[in-house]
């Protein structure tokens, strides 16, 4: 069965600093889709990014960068320069084609603080 | 830019009673799910709903729970007799298709008292 694991429940940093959030996934497939969420204090789900498994090129947007390493199912998400805008719970996640409809799996995520 | 519509946004409700949360998701979309987050807690799959049926169900997603897409705009979430434990956020999705990313609604925090 699918399982993502976000290992780091908090992390804390002062503003301008970079921050890493890591994910590990579990799957028995080879074709599969990883995904970054935010959660901001206000409650709802912001997409970020999706990666395919076929893809293993990082990717960057602007101050976020994605970090895909299927030989270690690894998917993480660095902030460089870190803002207070960016403090909320971050969730990685995980579909698969073996739900037929290929709903999500998500880590129990990691609350990132950024402080002034 | 369209948006998943989740109403209300926050229901309170005695125990026992019914409750539907409303949701219209995106509208050329096809792929719709429930998904609810206990208070500091992971985002967990309730049911997925494609071509007018349910497509796939997760183990809390009980007798007590049902969906509908009554009119090809809706999706409801319908909890016949609530319990203390239903108490969460509860998150409407949608997908145009099954490999794109789901977009999350706004959420409804239901509270059973």
């Known amino acids: 069965a699918q399982k993502v694991t976000q290992a780091q429940t908090e992390i804390s940093v002062v503003e301008k600093e970079d921050v890493t959030l890591d994910c590990v996934y579990e799957?028995?497939?080879?074709?599969?889709?990883l995904f970054w969420y935010k959660q901001p204090p206000s409650g709802e789900l912001v997409f970020l990014i999706r990666?395919?498994?076929?893809?293993?090129q990082n990717e960057i947007s602007g101050r976020y960068s994605w970090n895909f390493q299927k030989s270690t199912s690894s998917f993480n998400f660095t902030i460089t320069a870190s803002q207070v805008v960016d403090s909320a719970v971050y969730f990685c996640?995980?579909?698969?084609?073996?739900?037929?409809?290929?709903?999500?799996?998500f880590g129990s995520g990691t609350q990132l603080t950024v402080l002034p | 830019e369209p948006e998943v519509t989740q109403t209300p946004s926050h229901q309170v409700t005695q125990m026992g009673q019914e409750v539907i949360l409303h949701c219209v998701p995106i509208?050329?979309?096809?792929?719709f799910y429930w998904y609810r987050q206990i208070l500091g807690q992971k985002v967990e799959f309730l049911v997925s709903?494609?071509?007018?049926?349910?497509?796939?169900k997760s183990e809390i997603f009980d007798d007590q729970f049902s969906v509908e897409r009554p009119d090809g705009s809706n999706f409801t979430l319908k909890i016949r007799s609530t319990k203390l434990e239903d108490s969460a956020m509860y998150f409407c999705?949608?997908?145009?298709?099954?490999?794109?990313?789901?977009?999350f609604g706004q959420g409804t925090r239901l509270t059973v008292v």
């Open positions: 509208s050329n979309h096809l792929y």
């Open positions: 999705a949608s997908r145009g298709e099954v490999n794109t990313e789901a977009f």
């Open positions: 990666r395919n498994s076929f893809d293993e």
């Open positions: 709903f494609y071509n007018n049926e349910i497509s796939e």
């Open positions: 996640a995980l579909s698969e084609p073996s739900g037929s409809a290929r709903q999500l799996t």
């Open positions: 799957t028995r497939d080879t074709t599969y889709y």
